[in-house]
């Protein structure tokens, strides 16, 4: 079965920053996708970034990029200059393939929560 | 502006009543999901549909039960069943994805929040 692992309950960064959150997967599917999602203190999920299992480069969008580590099976995102809107739960979740109910399916872990400190 | 809208934003159920959470979307998405989020928890999957007239359990479905009559549509009852109701619900949609495909960015609605008094 799949699974996604985030250890940190919560991390603290000053503005400005560079921020690592951790995020660990197991899976016996060969192709498999990573997200991380950011949900403020409103509720909603609102979508970062996307890993697939077969890119050979790592994952950037804007400030956010994404450190994979297929052998290590980790997938930790990285934040460059925090500001202070980014304080939020981030959460990393994963797509499955045709051993895990299929890609249409995420799995989430547990959540890290990141405070931006002026 | 597509998007998905959920409601209400607050719900208050007493003991042994259903409630219904409405979902709808105009995305044009085939696929859409409901989950539950408990406090600094993640969310974890209660059903999901691919296809109208059609969907499969999560992994906690017991208590709850759901309908996708139309593509727009995925209103979630929670029933006398579920004895912990009590949690913030979110709708999410998404386009089916091939099965050479692993991304599935799924969107989420601004979520429910129940409270059973």
């Known amino acids: 079965a799949q699974k996604i692992t985030q250890t940190q309950p919560g991390m603290f960064v000053q503005e400005k920053e560079a921020v690592t959150l951790d995020c660990t997967y197991d899976?016996?599917?060969?192709?498999?996708?990573l997200f991380w999602y950011k949900q403020p203190s409103s509720g909603e999920m609102i979508f970062l970034i996307y890993q697939g299992s077969y890119d050979q480069q790592n994952a950037t969008e804007g400030r956010y990029s994404l450190n994979f580590q297929k052998a290590r099976k980790s997938a930790n995102l990285v934040i460059s200059a925090s500001q202070l809107g980014d304080s939020a739960m981030y959460f990393c979740a994963m797509s499955g393939g045709m051993f895990s109910g299929g890609y249409n399916k995420l799995i989430f872990g547990a959540g890290t929560r990141l405070a931006v400190h002026p | 502006d597509g998007g998905i809208t959920q409601s209400p934003k607050y719900l208050f159920r007493k003991e042994g009543q259903n409630v219904t959470l409405s979902c709808e979307q105009n995305?044009?998405?085939?696929?859409m999901y409901w989950y539950r989020q408990d406090p600094g928890q993640g969310l974890r999957l209660i059903y999901y549909s691919q296809i109208v007239n059609d969907f499969q359990k999560g992994d906690i479905a017991e208590g709850y039960s759901v309908s996708r009559e139309k593509k727009e549509s995925f209103p979630l009852t929670v029933t006398s069943a579920q004895k912990n109701p009590t949690a913030f619900y979110l709708c999410?949609?998404?386009?089916?994805?091939?099965?050479?495909?692993?991304?599935?960015?799924?969107?989420f609605g601004p979520g429910t929040r129940l409270t059973v008094l």
């Open positions: 999410a949609s998404s386009s089916l994805t091939t099965q050479t495909s692993s991304y599935n960015e799924q969107f």
């Open positions: 995305l044009n998405h085939d696929a």
């Open positions: 899976t016996s599917d060969p192709s498999y996708g």
